[in-house]
């Protein structure tokens, strides 16, 4: 083989290598063959921005039991139905001043709300059609670094390294909600986008012990890998709360110390939900998700037990 046929395969196969999804992935932090490819091109599962909001009474698709993602801001309250973000996965969205990116991983139950302040530069953010740890990569659209949702950091592309700040949700019934927030805004389905928004593309998935995708650490068999934990983390130190602990726990608040610090537990068993908060009473922004999702990033975790 001639010196010029292998001097062009070794730069075709750097290039390569050094790009997944159109994603430049020559400066990463994570193993480069741990970043999979989950189906969808870049942009296949469409991110949306400054979306159509519904006042309550006319969100008529909403029924109580639908699980809705909850943000409070400046006193205003807007709910994200999971519904529609199994389409979607991101929605960018703004609370007077502050923007957001409304995140939520269908494969990990994972969803997280991140200020979309980078660097001193706010951002919108899209779906890569990339996963680490079975977990969606983000990118942010003005350097197209791509981040991981769970991990809260950029791990490939200009930024890496770089840390987005989450912001507090409840992840709770549209019931449980509404009752709270009745001036609530609510996410349209009038996205502009043909979805069957009335349809699980996941039907099936939460109750499986399956996993679509592989993931570095497996969980325990202790708990179901999709059962719904939260997860915090106070300098290093990771812990984990499964539904089902607290559920035999049976008490709807009781104080925690993780990593010396102190945590005021709301369980709320009704609608399956939880409310983290500092000695102060401040609220703290936790993960909720699988199991096997929050032990993949953090084997290491401490879990809490009824006994």
């Not at 102060?280 to 009824?306: N, S, Y």
Request: proline share 5%.
């Amino acid at each position: 083989m001639s010196g010029l046929l292998l001097g062009f395969l070794a730069i075709y196969f750097t290039a390569s290598a050094g790009s997944k999804n159109g994603f430049d992935v020559s400066n990463v932090s994570i193993p480069v063959d741990d970043i999979l490819a989950g189906g969808p091109p870049k942009d296949g599962i469409p991110a949306l921005s400054d979306p159509e909001l519904l006042a309550a009474a006319d969100a008529t698709f909403m029924q109580p039991n639908d699980r809705v993602i909850g943000v409070e801001l400046d006193g205003i309250a807007r709910a994200y139905p999971i519904s529609i973000l199994n389409w979607h996965e991101i929605v960018n969205d703004q609370i007077n001043s502050q923007r957001y990116a409304v995140t939520y991983c269908p494969l990990c139950g994972t969803g997280v709300v991140f200020n979309a302040d980078v660097g001193g530069q706010t951002t919108d953010f899209g779906v890569s059609g990339l996963l680490y740890n079975s977990d969606v990569l983000l990118y942010d659209r003005k350097t197209e670094s791509l981040w991981s949702q769970i991990m809260g950091e950029a791990v490939a592309g200009k930024l890496v390294g770089e840390k987005l700040k989450a912001i507090p949700i409840s992840h709770t019934t549209w019931r449980d909600w509404l009752a709270r927030h009745p001036n609530t805004k609510v996410l349209s389905t009038n996205t502009g986008y043909s979805r069957d928004y009335g349809r699980n593309p996941y039907q099936g998935y939460e109750q499986s012990r399956q996993l679509y995708f592989g993931v570095n650490n497996r969980a325990p068999e202790n708990y179901h890998p999709k059962e719904q934990v939260i997860g915090l983390e106070f300098n290093g130190v990771y812990k984990a709360y499964p539904f089902v602990e607290l559920e035999k726990y049976g008490r709807s608040q009781f104080q925690d110390t993780v990593n010396g610090i102190s945590v005021t537990i709301d369980w709320d068993s009704t609608n399956q939900s939880v409310t983290l908060s500092d000695s102060e009473g401040v609220r703290i922004a936790g993960i909720q998700g699988f199991w096997f999702a929050w032990f993949a990033f953090h084997p290491d975790t401490l879990v809490f037990q009824a006994s």
